[in-house]
């Protein structure tokens, strides 16, 4: 079994920066592939960015490409996401999810485990 804690989230303005992080017990997340996903209140959880099991690979959803970098600590257990030029529409509970494979994966039914989540607000 493992189990995510996310962290990191606030409200901040339009053009900060936030990082999320990640942190795994349970399991050495060394071989899960991680992924982070977002919830806006009315919509549905989306993929927001991904990463492999060593880090080589990393893929993000276009809303996001250039302003967020996915990465991770295997020795510390723990992925993050860094969020630079933060716009109102990345508003939105941000949820860190794991599965066990090498790859990247953007489904939200591809991971078996989850986070509680953390509240990000951007305010205009």
């Known amino acids: 079994q493992v189990r995510l804690i996310e962290s990191g989230g606030g409200l901040v303005q339009a053009g900060d920066s936030l990082r999320l992080s990640c942190a795994a017990s349970?399991?050495?997340?060394?071989?899960?592939?991680m992924g982070w996903f977002r919830q806006a209140p009315g919509k549905d959880r989306e993929f927001v960015a991904g990463?492999?099991?060593?880090?080589?690979?990393?893929y993000y959803t276009d809303s996001v490409k250039g302003r967020f970098t996915i990465s991770r600590d295997n020795a510390k257990n723990t992925v993050y996401l860094q969020m630079n030029s933060l716009k109102p529409e990345d508003t939105a509970i941000y949820y860190c999810?794991?599965?066990?494979?090498?790859?990247?994966?953007?489904?939200?039914?591809?991971?078996?485990?989850w986070g509680q989540g953390t509240q990000v607000t951007v305010s205009s």
């Open positions: 999810a794991a599965r066990q494979g090498g790859g990247v994966y953007t489904g939200v039914r591809e991971y078996a485990y």
């Open positions: 990463i492999s099991w060593s880090g080589v690979t990393t």
């Open positions: 349970g399991r050495t997340i060394s071989t899960y592939a």
